[in-house]
C-alpha cells in the first residue's frame, strides 16, 4: 500500500474516531496513539541533455511566440530552474 493510500486511511479513521468520541459512542479514541505513515519525499523529474538541447532548438526567434518561448526559457535557466546554466 502506497504511503499516501496510508496517509488517507489514517485521516478518514482518525476523523471517523473523533466523530464517535463527540458523539459520545465511545468512551476512549483508540486513534491518539496512532502515529501517522511516513511520507517518502518526492524529488523534482530532471530533462536528460537531448530533451534539454530539443527544446532549444524548438523556438524560432523570428516568430514572436517562438521568441517570448525563447527568453522564457533563458530567464528560468538564469534563475536556477534548470539541471544547469550553461543552456543559456
Given at each position: 500500500?502506497?504511503?499516501s493510500?496510508?496517509a488517507r486511511?489514517?485521516?478518514?479513521?482518525k476523523?471517523?474516531y473523533?466523530?464517535?468520541?463527540?458523539?459520545?459512542r465511545?468512551?476512549?479514541?483508540?486513534t491518539?496513539?496512532l502515529?501517522?505513515p511516513?511520507?517518502?519525499?518526492?524529488?523534482?523529474k530532471?530533462?536528460s541533455?537531448?530533451?534539454?538541447?530539443?527544446?532549444l532548438?524548438?523556438?524560432?526567434?523570428?516568430?514572436p511566440?517562438?521568441?517570448?518561448?525563447g527568453?522564457c526559457?533563458?530567464?528560468?535557466?538564469?534563475?536556477?530552474?534548470?539541471?544547469?546554466?550553461?543552456?543559456?
Open positions: 500500500m502506497r504511503s493510500t496510508q486511511l489514517h485521516s478518514s479513521l476523523r471517523f473523533q466523530f464517535l468520541a463527540r458523539a459520545r465511545i468512551e476512549i479514541d483508540p491518539l496513539k502515529d501517522p511516513k511520507k517518502s519525499p518526492r524529488f523534482p530532471t530533462l541533455e537531448a530533451d534539454v538541447e530539443m527544446l532548438v524548438q523556438p524560432e526567434p523570428q516568430t511566440l517562438g521568441f517570448a518561448t527568453r526559457w533563458r530567464c528560468s535557466t538564469r534563475a536556477g530552474c534548470a539541471s544547469r546554466n550553461s543552456f543559456a
